[in-house]
């Protein structure tokens, strides 16, 4: 997810708009004991971004002690979340 898409004005809704974002979150909600991942840019800004997306999954539903931040491993402007399972992990791409 791009800084430019996160800096539009949006509603819970519209992140389930986001086709693999929706796509994630439904395959959380199908394997017992998956957890999302969610890779942010490093530094306070970075950091508070990934806790506002965090918030935006709590709001819709998603369990917190199934969303984990990791810091890193994306370009500077960009969000990648991940979808950990014990078969692998399925990822939406930070550019998207």
């Known amino acids: 997810m791009s800084a430019?898409?996160?800096m539009r004005p949006r509603?819970?809704?519209?992140?389930l708009a986001d086709e693999r974002l929706?796509?994630?979150?439904?395959?959380l909600d199908e394997q017992s004991g998956?957890?999302?991942l969610i890779h942010y840019p490093g530094g306070e800004?970075?950091?508070m971004w990934a806790h506002e997306l965090r918030s935006w999954l709590?709001?819709?539903g998603v369990p917190g002690a199934r969303i984990e931040l990791a810091p890193g491993g994306v370009r500077e402007a960009a969000l990648g979340v991940e979808l950990?399972?014990?078969r692998g992990?399925?990822?939406m791409e930070p550019s998207q």
């Open 34 to 36: 998956s957890r999302l």
């Open 11 to 15: 509603q819970g809704a519209d992140l």
């Open 45 to 47: 800004a970075g950091g």
């Open 84 to 86: 950990l399972t014990g």
């Open 4 to 6: 430019e898409v996160w």
């Open 22 to 27: 929706r796509e994630l979150v439904l395959g």
């Open 58 to 60: 709590i709001a819709l």
């Open 89 to 91: 992990a399925e990822s």
